[in-house]
């Protein structure tokens, strides 16, 4: 599920989103780096993505070729995978 990084509104699914998209309640950029799977806050440019060239606002629109939206329901899932692997491994009997 793709959400709105400013007002969490369900964003239609679809494949691509060009750099005038807009949210459909608020009105925001949608190709945004906030909006990206790429974007970590605290990384280099706060952006996994080694190749990608630097952005200084990541709430604006931008012309990045590497933005690829976030799902939410894949991201939520792969973390509870790892939490549950690092659960396993904690407790792991000899």
Request: charged content about 40%; aromatic content about 12%.
């Amino acid at each position: 599920m793709k959400r709105c990084f400013r007002c969490n509104a369900t964003v239609e699914e679809r494949e691509f989103f060009s750099r005038r998209d807009e949210c459909g309640a608020c009105g925001a950029d949608l190709h945004v780096c906030k909006n990206c799977s790429f974007y970590r806050p605290g990384r280099s440019n706060e952006c996994e993505e080694p190749q990608a060239e630097r952005v200084a606002d990541k709430e604006r629109s931008n012309y990045c070729d590497f933005f690829r939206f976030k799902d939410e329901q894949g991201e939520a899932a792969l973390a509870k995978d790892d939490a549950k692997k690092a659960w396993d491994q904690l407790f792991k009997k000899p």
